[in-house]
């Protein structure tokens, strides 16, 4: 099962993906994971990317998709993935597809993780993020769960970025929905809602 994710920043794509990969094997790949790792190892990548990450910006297309490609053709990616912030505009998800049908590969759906901006505000401000594992939970929780690394909060979740990377979604991402809708993947589900509510949909409408 090959899936795309959609959904603005902090409508929960995060942990749906991480449910998926648990039940189902599947590749998780975070572009934003991928190019925040690339930041603290000060890599090439990672020192051109940082100034764009900070402002909200969408990184350079050919950054981004230069990582996918990578990743794609890793061995574990082989079996299914789930990308998880790519493609972020109409350019990333036409260079997807062309690059999938060269490995004989497509997509079986993207599924639209759908949050209004408001909550999406409520929810970004009070996130944490492990340091470590990249696991997110809201503001009050010190130590990951998962990892037992150190809780933060990423400066694109102070509120000064929010709204510039909220605009960057409703200007370059969400055009993506009806992109899909068009090739007939596209699969919607309501994300305000507990996460085992919203994964019960998501698994239901990828098993249909
Ligand atoms: P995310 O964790 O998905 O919210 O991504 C954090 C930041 O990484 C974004 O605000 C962008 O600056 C950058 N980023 C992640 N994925 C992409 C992408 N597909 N294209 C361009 N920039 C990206």
Known sequence: MNIVL???PGAGKGTQAQKLVEEFGLVHISTGDLLRAAVKAQSKLGIEAKSYMDAGKLVPDQLVINLVKERLQADDAQAGFILDGFPRNTAQAVTLDSELASMERNLDAA???????DVIVKRLSSRRTCRSCGYTAPAGVDVCPRCGGEMYQRDDDKPETIQKRLDVYQTQTAPLVEYYRGHSILKEVDGDRPVDEVYADVKALLTA
């Open 111 to 117: 599924l639209l993780v759908d949050v209004k901006p």
């Open 6 to 8: 959609l959904g603005a």
